[in-house]
């Protein structure tokens, strides 16, 4: 089984094909900037590293270009599109809606919509992200991982910030959580280093970020 990942930022595009029956990244690769004609994509094969420099305009066109690469006459890794078997999406925002990982289908996008107004600069490249694979690759199953659900334990009395309690009815204005499926793969990691089922264990885990710094427990 080959997985495509996607990660769609506001105004990046990040992505990993793996080949399941190994675990093996097959290709990789970043496409900044775009949304501007300075666009580019580094394309990651075997150690080698290819940079194609071409305007786009949005997330769409970006993928198109992605996967164009993983065919690539030269240095694909896939002959046909046809061999990617199931397509991940990482959502930064599932509001209160998502604890969990879920099949994607237009329920599933609508309510991803919903909670853009808690992350305006990526939830709806992530929806862009998710309409241009439904475009170029129809009917190959799609999962959302939500950032936001490995922390959906969190009690009440941590979550509300001491603001006036409207905000959080009208506008659901509470804490979240970031970089949860960061924190969710180094728990699991830690468990499995330490033999100990992760319900047994008290451990703080660290996201460090190139703007910023995370931390859960």
């Known amino acids: 089984m080959k997985i495509l990942v996607v990660n769609c930022g506001s105004s990046s595009l990040k992505y990993q094909l793996i080949d399941m029956t190994n675990e093996s990244v097959l290709a990789k690769g970043n496409f900044e900037r775009i949304g501007e004609k300075e666009a580019f994509v580094t394309h990651k094969v075997n150690g080698e590293k290819y940079v194609t420099k071409t305007p786009v305009m949005n997330h769409e066109e970006a993928l198109k270009i992605v996967l164009g690469e993983l065919v690539h006459k030269d240095y694909g890794v896939i002959k046909d599109l046809s ?18 990982s879920v099949l994607i289908d237009e329920d599933v996008i609508k309510k991803i919509e919903q909670c ?29 991982t939500f950032d936001t659900a490995f922390h959906q334990t969190m009690p009440k009395e941590n979550y509300i910030y001491p603001i006036p309690y409207e905000y959080y009815e009208k ?21 499995k280093m330490y033999g100990k089922p ?19 427990n």
Not at 83 to 100: L, M
């Open 83 to 100: 061999e990617i078997d199931s397509v991940g999406h990482r959502i930064v925002h599932g509001g209160e809606i998502f604890d969990k």
């Open 116 to 144: 853009a107004d808690l992350a305006p600069l990526h939830n709806p490249a992530a929806v862009l992200g998710i309409r241009a694979c439904q475009k170029e690759m129809n009917g190959v199953p799609m999962v959302a």
């Open 171 to 191: 506008y659901r204005i509470r804490r979240y959580g970031a970089h949860g499926t960061s924190h969710q793969y180094v728990s699991k990691l830690c468990s």
């Open 198 to 216: 992760l319900e047994d264990l008290k451990i703080v885990t660290c996201h460090l970020g190139q703007r910023s710094f995370y931390y859960s």
